[in-house]
């Protein structure tokens, strides 16, 4: 399970270890948010390149960085049915406004990039685990329909061998009411026609062939070991 990150903490932290905490906090954040976006086409580079490559281009860097990661987020919102207003364009407006207001902005852009991240997170925690970040009580697991047992999945409600579909469903050919063998069903079901608990032929209370209280166990012509 992916855990949310707190503004404050990240602010206090990085202040106190003068900014060490800082960069193992960015390259957390990255790495769960390629964990949570995987399959969107893009990955987030790993923090230590961003550093890298900020200190080449003299900080122009961490601008497209910022820029690249609220567009990331706001792309896979509705993935998890998640609405999230900022995108990346956001992310660059702040971060240029920031260089006039004693870089203000840029505080408010990690507060923007945390705050989507945390959402993004508890989706994916609820999509695969079942309780978000919330705890239980949450969208159950596989809901969402891009996850690989989503309600719309492969291997979800509505799938190829999900409920209500044509393979193994509950209604499917060889389901629970289906024609064949379903609990219900015409051939072999728990109260079908043929070979049924309590069907004519073969069943368990059946006239005929056996059954259990009839040409069976417990009748008094052809029982071996039962009740005379």
Same mark, same amino acid.
């Given at each position: 399970m992916i855990q949310q990150r707190k503004f404050l903490t990240y602010i206090?932290?990085?202040?106190?270890?003068?900014?060490?905490?800082?960069?193992?906090?960015?390259?957390?954040?990255?790495?769960?948010?390629?964990?949570?976006?995987?399959?969107?086409?893009?990955?987030t580079p790993n923090y230590i390149l961003v550093i890298l490559l900020s200190f080449v281009t003299c900080g122009i860097y961490t601008y497209y960085w910022y820029y690249k990661l609220g567009d990331r987020l706001n792309k896979n919102g509705p993935r998890y049915g998640i609405?999230?207003?900022?995108?990346?364009?956001?992310?660059?407006?702040?971060?240029?406004?920031g260089t006039f207001l004693c870089f203000l902005g840029l505080y408010y852009v990690v507060y923007l990039i945390i705050k989507n991240s945390n959402l993004i997170f508890d989706g994916y925690n609820r999509s695969v685990f079942g309780g978000g970040n919330g705890g239980p009580g949450g969208t159950p697991a596989?809901?969402?329909?891009?996850?690989?047992?989503?309600?719309? #999945? =492969? @291997? /979800? %409600? &509505? #799938? =190829? @061998? /999900? %409920? &209500?579909?044509p393979n193994n469903g509950y209604n499917a050919p060889n389901g629970y009411n289906m024609p064949n063998n379903g609990y219900n069903a015409q051939n072999r079901g728990?109260?079908?026609p043929n070979n049924g608990y309590n069907a004519p032929n073969n069943g368990y209370n059946a006239p005929q062939n056996n059954g259990y209280n009839n040409g069976g166990y417990n009748n008094n012509n052809n029982n071996n070991g039962g009740q005379q």
């Amino acid at each position: 399970m992916i855990q949310q990150r707190k503004f404050l903490t990240y602010i206090l932290l990085s202040i106190i270890t003068c900014g060490i905490y800082s960069i193992i906090f960015w390259y957390s954040l990255t790495e769960d948010i390629n964990r949570a976006c995987q399959g969107d086409g893009e990955n987030t580079p790993n923090y230590i390149l961003v550093i890298l490559l900020s200190f080449v281009t003299c900080g122009i860097y961490t601008y497209y960085w910022y820029y690249k990661l609220g567009d990331r987020l706001n792309k896979n919102g509705p993935r998890y049915g998640i609405q999230i207003n900022e995108n990346g364009g956001t992310m660059l407006l702040w971060s240029l406004l920031g260089t006039f207001l004693c870089f203000l902005g840029l505080y408010y852009v990690v507060y923007l990039i945390i705050k989507n991240s945390n959402l993004i997170f508890d989706g994916y925690n609820r999509s695969v685990f079942g309780g978000g970040n919330g705890g239980p009580g949450g969208t159950p697991a596989g809901y969402f329909p891009n996850m690989p047992n989503g309600y719309g #999945a =492969p @291997n /979800g %409600y &509505n #799938a =190829p @061998n /999900g %409920y &209500n579909m044509p393979n193994n469903g509950y209604n499917a050919p060889n389901g629970y009411n289906m024609p064949n063998n379903g609990y219900n069903a015409q051939n072999r079901g728990y109260n079908a026609p043929n070979n049924g608990y309590n069907a004519p032929n073969n069943g368990y209370n059946a006239p005929q062939n056996n059954g259990y209280n009839n040409g069976g166990y417990n009748n008094n012509n052809n029982n071996n070991g039962g009740q005379q």
